[in-house]
T-cell receptor, first 116, second 112 residues
Framework: EPEVTQTPSHQVTQMGQEVILRCVPI?????FYWYRQILGQKVEFLVS????????KSEIFDDQFSVERPDGSNFTLKIRSTKLEDSAMYFC??????????????FGAGSRLTVL | AQSVTQPDIHITVSEGASLELRCNYS??????LFWYVQSPGQGLQLLLK??????LVQGIKGFEAEFKRSQSSFNLRKPSVHWSDAAEYFC??????????FGAGTRLFVKA
């Protein structure tokens, strides 16, 4: 079964450093997302991406964050100047598109970010 | 703004017993409704979804959920729980846009 692949599975970084989290969505999916889950808390929407541009973003997704689809397969989340509170599990997700499938998210296993 | 409430932070059920996890949403119309499951260290897996039509929907692993418009609820049920069902369960809603909103989750413990 096709899956969403995320790397790295775990990254430890120093406060102030830049981090890039990578995702390979399912190949025929059109919409891409990043969510995050701070330990013990709910899963929160960060950003959605379609047709090479951001389609929606949350208030969490400020200028510190950026997303990119550098080629036909990868989808990245860059966090500039990381802060302690950025420590979380970051999930990439993708959806097919279309009226009945556009909202059915397929998640990756997540990238755990620890900021020291 | 839409919201999702899962009133039970955790639930403990004996293996073989029935299960019901509660979910209520706040939205003016009927949203798209989902239940996802997250096993420790794993991503979220879709259990089932409701878009329209029959208000009782069947999902994977023997789960079902019933949409009740009058109660703004979408409760998840399973007639007989297995030890492997121990996980965290998230109810989620989407109102037709790009953002899916998740509840806080209910952690299910299964005792022998």
């Amino acid at each position: 079964e096709p899956e969403v692949t995320q790397t790295p599975s775990h990254q430890v970084t120093q406060m102030g450093q830049e981090v890039i989290l990578r995702c390979v969505p399912i190949s025929n999916h059109l919409y891409f997302y990043w969510y995050r889950q701070i330990l013990g808390q709910k899963v929160e929407f960060l950003v959605s991406f379609y047709n090479n541009e951001i389609s929606e973003k949350s208030e969490i997704f400020d200028d510190q964050f950026s997303v990119e689809r550098p080629d036909g397969s990868n989808f990245t989340l860059k966090i500039r100047s990381t802060k302690l509170e950025d420590s979380a599990m970051y999930f990439c997700a993708s959806t097919e598109g279309g009226a009945t499938t556009a909202n059915v998210l397929t998640f990756g296993a997540g990238s755990r970010l620890t900021v020291l | 703004a839409q919201s999702v409430t899962q009133p039970d932070i955790h639930i403990t059920v004996s293996e073989g017993a029935s299960l019901e996890l509660r979910c209520n949403y706040s939205y003016g119309a009927t949203p798209y409704l989902f239940w996802y499951v997250q096993s420790p260290g794993q991503g979220l897996q879709l259990l089932l979804k409701y878009f329209s039509g029959d208000t009782l929907v069947q999902g994977i692993k023997g789960f079902e959920a019933e949409f009740k418009r009058s109660q703004s609820s979408f409760n998840l049920r399973k007639p007989s729980v297995h030890w492997s069902d121990a996980a965290e369960y998230f109810c989620a809603v989407n109102t037709g846009g790009f953002k899916t909103i998740f509840g806080a989750g209910t952690r299910l413990f299964v005792k022998a």
